[in-house]
T-cell receptor
Framework: GEDVEQSLFLSVREGDSSVINCTYT??????LYWYKQEPGAGLQLLTYIFSNMDMKQDQRLTVLLNKKDKHLSLRIADTQTGDSAIYFCAERASGGSYIPTFGRGTSLIVHP | NAGVTQTPKFQVLKTGQSMTLQCAQDMNHEYMSWYRQDPGMGLRLIHY???????DQGEVPNGYNVSRSTTEDFPLRLLSAAPSQTSVYFCASRGTGNTIYFGEGSWLTVV
């Protein structure tokens, strides 16, 4: 099975909250990331969380980490049409090559 | 600050042709990597490098070669292009921090 799993699509109404979920399998994951990819562009780091944290908040973004269940979520409050993009979850273990493993990405569609 | 620069942005190749995707970073990062992105497949690691002179294979290395003669550059070579290599290619780099910087991507079509 995949190391990092995400649902492929999420559709929300403008102004609602969006919650994008991710599960991972590597229990030694040290850093967990959320990246945003807008159409025709590269990936931009949105935020990351250390594995010893439960939550991280940054303006409209809230990241929740349940290390026991290996579950990561990204909540976007007051979702706007400009938030429409593909969101990638990624995890990186300590040691080794330090190369992160990415999920397949969740396409967030925000409609009026 | 240029960050990670990839060239070309778009390329069309005929089956069997060879080409090199260039990647350069000006942040003195040790770690560099190449990914390909295909619909519904997310990002898959092709090759990576942990420093000048050191490269290793990722998840999907077949059909691709890399070299790392300098810290700044990490070119990706397609020796004999195949239609299955039609994809979007991203170069990325990381320093000692936690942020991975991506290039803008290279759209490659093999006909």
């Amino acid at each position: 099975g995949e190391d990092v799993e995400q649902s492929l699509f999420l559709s929300v109404r403008e102004g609602d909250s969006s919650v994008i979920n991710c599960t991972y399998t590597d229990s030694s994951s040290t850093y967990l990331y959320w990246y945003k990819q807008e159409p025709g562009a590269g990936l931009q780091l949105l935020t990351y969380i250390f594995s010893n944290m439960d939550m991280k908040q940054d303006q409209r973004l809230t990241v929740l980490l349940n290390k026991k269940d290996k579950h990561l979520s990204l909540r976007i409050a007051d979702t706007q049409t400009g938030d429409s993009a593909i969101y990638f979850c990624a995890e990186r273990a300590s040691g080794g090559s330090y190369i992160p493993t990415f999920g397949r990405g969740t396409s967030l569609i925000v409609h009026p | 600050n240029a960050g990670v620069t990839q060239t070309p942005k778009f390329q069309v190749l005929k089956t069997g042709q060879s080409m090199t995707l260039q990647c350069a970073q000006d942040m003195n990062h040790e770690y560099m990597s190449w990914y390909r992105q295909d619909p519904g497949m997310g990002l898959r690691l092709i090759h990576y490098s942990v420093g000048a002179g050191i490269t290793d294979q990722g998840e999907v290395p077949n059909g691709y070669n890399v070299s790392r003669s300098t810290t700044e550059d990490f070119p990706l070579r397609l020796l004999s292009a195949a239609p299955s290599q039609t994809s979007v290619y991203f170069c990325a780099s990381r320093g000692t921090g936690n942020t991975i910087y991506f290039g803008e991507g290279s759209w490659l079509t093999v006909v």
